[in-house]
């Protein structure tokens, strides 16, 4: 009887590391995809609608309709694109509408809080809502945005209770932000679920559609689901083939379950011609690390590291570069003077663990630590956090404490680059 149980063991086992090993990304479809780009309708219909609310608009006329539906295309356009400029015209037009309206209009405000959470500059977003508050919101408005400022300064507790005041389950919105919540308390069943109610709550949108499967395409690979995720990306892809962001997803999979660094590396290259973004950028650097490819890993974060160096990017890419700076661009005192400018932007535990590893690199573990026992122990961690709380742990000879961190940064280990993953199955 024993031997029968370690037989029928072992063939789980060997059944298990097959299918978690597979391959999941189609390499046919792909090829198919690259080859029949082509300009995408999403870029066309945006394009025509960019024509269309850019010409309704006379110059030196007051008008809420117009400006704000040529704004809301631009930054569809920024979504498609990637262009940051795109984001700046949006903002110069609804200040200049709420300069026209003299302030009593809280529309034109609301719309530089969605700008300014895109550019992470998340205080300045917090000032126009309160006055955009002052002027006059509905109760969705108030409640929603602000969870939005509170859930992204780290205000956990009043987003939690804008969220409560709210309670409308049936909402679109109020389900993407519950999912929201859930990832940030490391509860992903849940966060899967409310972001699929999302879906399901999308209507006849395509867009409100593919933004929440995509962000379920997200969560799944946290998961460690990249069956799932992939099938959500290809859905994406499939009602919009210019999701990049999608795309860059089966990139993702291709390069962390698949190990096919190739595919991996073509798809973020075939992205990186089609959008002005520095995003694939920092996905080809990992394709390099997982080929053990330091030179051309090298020259990838060179070139990200010169292009998110422009001041129109502001905060938007520190914790990409903290990870570069403390890592193939060995910069420490950089990441560090990155990652302090950050908490003054928002003072999360996620930001003070990046500030905590970035001591750490710059060879200051005591200094390290204090800012651990007091802003980060005991908080919810990413994976990546998790393992840099790790190491610090570990340079301080808390083994055990290390193992911990270690173990619960594994769960999330598709999310993290191949260095990463070699060291954590090194420990």
């Excluded at 955009?132 to 969870?147: P, Q, T």
Aim: glycine content about 4%; overall charge neutral.
């Amino acid at each position: 009887m024993k031997q029968i149980f370690i037989s029928l063991l072992t063939v789980y086992l060997f059944a298990s590391c097959k299918n978690e090993n597979k391959t999941i990304v189609s390499a046919t479809f792909v090829d198919s995809l690259i080859i029949n780009y082509g300009q995408p309708a999403a870029i066309k219909a945006n394009e025509t609608d960019l024509q269309f609310w850019k010409n309704r608009i006379v110059p030196n006329t007051p008008d809420l309709v117009n400006t704000a539906k040529y704004a809301s295309t631009l930054i569809a356009r920024f979504n498609l694109l990637g262009d940051i400029k795109d984001v700046k015209t949006a903002d110069s037009v609804s200040q200049k509408t709420a300069a026209d309206f003299k302030g009593t209009e809280a529309g034109p405000y609301l719309a530089q809080v969605a700008h300014s959470i895109l550019q992470h500059r998340f205080k300045e977003a917090d000032s126009l809502y309160r006055i955009a508050k002052a002027i006059g919101l509905k109760k969705y408005e108030m409640l929603s945005v602000s969870f939005d400022i509170n859930f992204e300064l780290g205000k956990m507790n009043y987003a939690e209770n804008d969220l409560r005041k709210l309670d409308f389950p049936n909402d679109y919105g109020y389900q993407f932000r519950q999912s929201k919540l859930m990832h940030y308390k490391g509860d992903l069943d849940s966060s899967i679920s409310a972001m699929q109610q999302a879906v399901a709550l999308s209507g006849t949108s395509d867009a409100l559609k593919q933004a929440a499967l995509s962000n379920a395409g997200d969560l799944y690979i946290h998961a460690g689901k990249l069956d799932k995720a992939y099938d959500a990306y290809v859905q994406c892809i499939k009602m919009n083939n210019a999701d990049l962001h999608s795309i860059m997803g089966i990139g993702w999979i291709a390069l962390v379950n698949d190990k096919n660094d190739s595919l991996a590396e073509k798809i973020f290259q075939f992205v990186a011609t089609k959008t002005k973004s520095p995003e694939p950028l920092f996905k080809l650097t990992a394709a390099a690390e997982q080929r053990g490819d330091s030179a051309l890993q090298l020259k990838y974060a060179k070139t990200f590291e010169e292009k998110v160096s422009d001041t129109l990017y502001g905060n938007m890419y520190n914790k990409y570069l903290i990870q570069l700076y403390t890592g193939i661009l060995n910069q420490p005192a950089r990441a560090e003077a990155i990652a302090k400018a950050e908490l003054e932007n928002r003072n999360t535990p996620q930001t003070n663990a990046w500030y905590v590893w970035a001591l750490l690199c710059n060879n200051k573990a005591d200094e390290a630590y204090r800012v651990y026992e007091k802003s980060v122990s005991g908080k919810p961690l990413e994976g990546l956090e998790l393992y840099w709380m790790g190491k610090l742990m570990q340079s301080l000879n808390k083994g055990f404490n290390a193992k911990q961190f270690f173990k619960e940064a594994e769960k999330n280990r598709y999310d993290l680059s191949p260095a990463v993953v070699r060291d954590l199955e090194k420990e």
